[in-house]
């Protein structure tokens, strides 16, 4: 398959045991200085060196909905979704309204707290502070710019977007051109890109107040509030803030047995995800599916979670 594709191309360029050509496919990923880029890089491997005949390469991308976008022109055979994007994308509403896309989900690895980091000189004590102030709110085309704008609208909040790339906006940071952004986490570590910038200055991040909180779950169901505990950074106290589950989507024309090989090589590594990306260590990504899945699964993914004991609930099963 051929794609017309733009973007920083990562491949291992393998070739299917016995000699014959692996199926080729392309992978959407994020901004390389993104510690989910390093995830995705490690499956791809993990894809490559399985006995599937499937030859992954990963591309960098905008993340979540660059990737939605992509799949929809069929430039990227899969790639890293947010759990309430993708359903915004499958249901023909918000972004894609009246578009429904035909996507289902493979897998889902992470949830991913959406940090408001600011620096510590700012000036800025708290959300309601950064109305007027500049702030990027994600990458362009990410989940978390979207999201983040949604949230800011429910809660009346007004700052003054700054758009660009994770490095231009953390060298900005750093250089005191720019007081703060908003980043995908983890529950337990900061991305790679914030411990990056706390090296350069003192940061803090800002949450949410219990009232912010429920207004957020009065009129957003498709994603979460977490509370986060101290300690996710040198310094930073327990905070409360939205979050959502972060994954792999495929359209439906991939084939079942393709699907069911990359979610067979996913679910039985031991330890490739996890050494990549923290968070992924001892994970039940199997069970973290199943919970945190918005959209059906597609039906090669359905076809490993059923020859492996797990009980599908017809919610998350595709439509025949």
Known sequence: MKHAIAGTI?????????????????????SASSSHYGYIVAVGKLINESDA??????VETGAAMDNIRRMERGQMDLGIITTNVVQHAVSGT??????????????????SPQNVIMRADSGVESLEDLSG???????????????????????????????????????????NRLPGYVKSGSPTALDSSTM???T?????????????????????????I???????????????????GVGIAAPSTMSEETAYQIVKAVMTDESVQGNAMASVK???????????????????????????????????????
Do not use: C
């Not at 299917?16 to 080729?24: I, K, L, N, P, S």
């Not at 005949?53 to 990963?58: D, E, R």
């Not at 918000?94 to 949830?111: S, T």
């Not at 973290?288 to 099963?317: C, I, Q």
């Open 53 to 58: 005949g499937i030859n992954a390469t990963v």
């Open 133 to 175: 102030v500049r702030l990027n709110p994600g990458i362009k085309g990410s989940a978390t710019e979207t999201t983040t704008e949604a949230v800011f609208d429910v809660l009346g909040i007004k700052p003054e977007y700054v758009r660009g790339s994770t490095t231009d906006i953390i060298d900005s940071i750093k250089d």
């Open 94 to 111: 918000h972004e894609f309204e009246g578009k429904p896309q035909d996507l289902q989900m493979l897998w889902v690895y992470a949830p």
């Open 226 to 244: 977490m509370d986060v505990a101290a300690g996710v950074a040198e310094g930073i106290p327990a905070y409360t803030i939205w979050s959502f």
């Open 10 to 30: 990562l491949s291992a360029g393998l070739i299917a045991a016995g000699g014959a050509h692996a199926e080729d496919i392309l992978f959407g990923s994020t």
């Open 196 to 198: 990056d910038l706390s």
């Open 282 to 320: 001892g994970a039940d990504l199997a069970q973290m599916t199943l919970d945190y899945s918005t959209v059906p699964l597609h039906p090669g993914a359905v076809r490993w979670f059923e020859e492996n004991g797990h009980t599908v609930p017809d919610k998350l099963k595709p439509a025949n």
């Open 200 to 224: 350069a200055t003192d940061i803090k991040i800002l949450g949410l107040t219990p009232e912010q909180a429920e207004k957020i779950q009065a009129n957003m169901p498709d994603i979460s």
